[in-house]
């Protein structure tokens, strides 16, 4: 043996010292309430002290993609939806006015094995006439059926609907039926109530001298037939008929939730309704007030089912600059004069920059809400951002995850509109193509998912060193250890914790870095 009296140092090793004992890096106990901890696994820790997996959801950014390579476009306003799977494929449906003929389109969206990849079949004319303005396309659950809803410019702008449905990669579509028969309706929005099984419209209705009105359709076959125009905005005219209006379906109070702005009011509104059968009775309206901002619009709202609330998001001038503000309202009571507790605005980070362009979706999988906005920033031009908003405690909200996506057309057709596939948990966005001036040009489409995960820069702690069970003490190899059990790894990379624990070569949103490979199986943990 050796004796030495001092220190001793070496100048070499050999091995990577996995087979030491009395190395400890940091010891907790378990928890298994978001998965079983097996060895080698990155590790989170919990907010109560705990240690347990990363559980969660990566950010997967598609290429933007030509939606209508064969055809000479004039891309006009747009909208989109997913339909779930049909014949075991994802599909998204997408609608748009052509300038060209001012017709509204129909196309479909296949979604790739890979999940961030989306290819278009062949356009199908909706309805053999002029569309104008804004209008929706509404998924009917449990079919490959889509409703789309727009202002028939050939006839009086009337409010009409076409039901079409999706077979490979074509929709037939059905006759145009109307919600509002020889009256113009703009601002068009609709939402599926699946306790009456009933489509939804909201509009601007020309027939009520711009008042707010909703529609009740019923779907039978290839066709669907409304009965009323139940006003929603007392004697409010709706702001412009070029703005937008939101509505959206609460499943816990049984309730359909319309916002809207008022041409009068500085300030949002919405406005809150029963259904029975085919009668809509609105009983409360409410101030959606944002302290200290002006000159509201472009008004949207979504139901989070996970954070049972209702969030509203529009955009207004703060300070110099049209900005995204979004606040988050819990059910009180129906017919109360405070129909929803609100909590806390939060606002987009857009610098100084005008927003051009926003919308929201309901992300049911993930349980938040993901937004779309665009600024005027000068590096690059006319950047979009997608960010993630989650509702807390108190109805506070928090947005996160921001990522920039693409540049895109800031004119006045340029709006970015959202819809998502739960099959696939993916969001799609669709807009103006980017550098095709004169209003014209065509449309493109980019598949996001959005990243939502228990792992973060300050919770990530490092690797477990082995497999554990629930309440068993945990140790963890943390910062300037080495871990094993990895695979496919390149040596001197440096890899990122993803969002749904998995390494990447690719930081995806948060900075959370595993550590650097230093053989095909082995990583040496950086954090």
Known sequence: GINAVGTITATSYSGDGSELTGVTGFTATASTISGSIAANKPIVINSDGTVGVITGYKAVLGAQTNIDTAVGTYWETNM????????????????YKDGN?????????????????ITFGTRVQVNGTNTWGNG?????????????????????????????????TTITMGSKTTFRSGNACYNIQGVWDPDANK???????????????????????????????????NNEIIN????????CYDTKNNQVVVSYVPQTAGTPMFA????????????????????????????????????????????HIIG???????????????????PYALGAQVLADTGNANTNSVDIIYNSVAGVSVIAYTGGDTTPAD???????????????TISSVQAITNYKSDNHANSVLGYNAAVNRVLITTKRDGEGGGGGGGDATIVGVRVSNASPGTFLGFSADAYTDGQTASVKIIGQQIQGQTDLVIGTKYYIQGDGSLSPADDGEGIIAGIAISATGLLIKG
């Open 272 to 315: 809150v309704a029963t259904i029975s059968g085919s009668t809509a009775t609105f009983s409360s309206m409410q101030n959606i007030t944002f302290p200290g901002i002006a000159d509201p619009d472009r008004a949207n709202c979504v139901y989070d089912e996970t954070g049972d609330a209702v969030v509203f998001l529009s955009r």
């Open 136 to 168: 929706d396309i509404v998924h009917i659950p449990g079919t490959s059926k889509v409703a789309f809803l727009f202002s028939d410019a050939s006839s009086s702008s009337e409010g009409s609907c076409v039901i079409g449905e999706v077979s490979g």
């Open 383 to 397: 950047l979009m951002r997608t960010a993630v908003l989650t509702v807390g405690v108190n109805t506070s909200l």
């Open 101 to 117: 003929n001012n017709y509204l389109w129909g196309i479909v969206g296949t979604v790739g094995a890979g999940k961030s990849t």
């Open 240 to 247: 412009s008929s070029g703005d937008r209006l939101g509505i």
């Open 80 to 95: 989109n939806t997913g339909i779930g799977l049909v014949g075991g494929e994802a599909k998204f449906v997408v609608g």
């Open 199 to 233: 489509l939804l419209v909201a509009y601007r209705d020309g027939g009520d001298s711009n008042r707010g009105s909703l529609s009740i359709g019923t779907v039978s076959g290839n066709s669907c037939t409304f009965s009323g125009n139940f006003n929603f905005s």
């Open 320 to 338: 110099s600059a049209r900005r995204v503000v979004a606040r988050a309202g819990r059910g009180v009571s129906v017919g109360s004069s405070v």
